[in-house]
């Protein structure tokens, strides 16, 4: 029978490093996912998930599961990209606007679907963009918010808990960063990508 | 319910987590707004644009790099069991340390060193001989406490007057 996560994490308390090695590979990718959409670069991403899994080492020894593993890893990394994102914030005030958030060296290493042709390909790269740069245009707490609500499919009482808000305020906070998304991606809604609903290609 | 009041409960019925009366509320609203009805189907279409996100998966190093930094952690020993938080660890050092320094503190009348003992006995036998502790009216007057020898000090002179007792 596979050990839920707080009985993994109070194995590491007792010294176990293989179960922290488990937590590792378990939550390495969706921290990093979250953290690359926080940050919006994937080096800094890497190094915060870093920091955020050495902070659960460190603390392993005074944990008690009083809340889920997920909300305490979470939480953490909240934390870390707010202030990753506040302390870069004048940094970023001078790069414009239209220019890529990333370098073409840190661009990530995406996983594509499927085999696109090239046409194809610079097309879902430009929606993609586009995408990055609307939940990049959210206010830190939307955005966090959008990103647990969204890709980490969380529920409200947990995403409450690692924003420190109520369920109705992380709702609010939802619906407003949802109004902005419809009204910054709607050029996007109104053209759905050809491949994805089977119209528009050549057999 | 006005559109205002949508707002809460409208994220929660697109994906299916508000409780049957929040479900209830909003459906009864949709029926007669065309607005959020438009709004709650785009916030769906959205939601679809939003999946295109592709992942990003952790460089090939993260692991290694990961692991190598946990091994570079001072590892924790049997002491621990007494040193559970760096705080307490502190707070337990300066207790230490204010207790040494406080048994360090010259005496208020330093006497001769060696001679600790031999002070010591001899206020004994000055306290035992005093009939001024038997007397409560004086013991009452502090300004009495005066006819105490100091710890080390000459004995009291016997020439000298004594205010507190004479007066009484």
Known sequence: MARSDVQLMLDVKAGDDASFDFLLQKYRSPLVNFLYRMVRDTATAEDLAQEVFLRVYRARKQYSPSAKFTTWLFRIATNLALNSVRDNRYQRMGISLDAPADGEDSAPRELPAREMRIDEHMIERDRTEVIRRAIASLPEKQRAAVLLHKYEEMDYGEIAGILDCSEGALKSLLFRAYETLRVQLAPLVAQPVAHRAGEGRPS | ?168
């Not at chain 2, 479900?23 to 609203?29: I, K, N, S, T």
């Not at chain 2, 409560?136 to 020439?159: C, E, H, I, R």
């Open chain 2, 1 to 168: 319910m006005k559109c205002e009041e949508v707002e809460k409960g409208l994220v929660a019925y697109l994906d299916r987590r508000a409780n049957s009366a929040e479900r209830r509320d909003v459906e009864e609203h949709l029926a007669g707004c065309a607005a959020c009805r438009t709004r709650a189907e785009e916030f769906r279409k959205v939601w679809s644009v939003l999946e295109e996100m592709p992942t990003v998966e952790p460089s090939f190093g993260f692991d290694a790099r990961m692991r190598q930094r946990v091994a570079a952690e001072p590892q924790r020993g049997w002491f621990d069991w007494f040193v559970p938080q760096s705080r307490l660890a502190f707070s337990a050092a300066l207790l230490v340390a204010l207790t040494v320094w406080i048994a360090k503190l010259p005496p208020s009348n330093p006497g001769t060193p060696g001679t600790t003992t031999a002070t010591q006995q001899q206020d004994f036998n000055a306290i035992q001989n005093l009939g001024v502790l038997e007397n409560f009216d004086v013991v009452t007057k502090m300004d009495a406490l005066s006819d105490l020898a100091p710890a080390g000090a000459q004995q009291p002179d016997k020439s000298q007057p004594n205010d507190t007792t004479t007066n009484d």
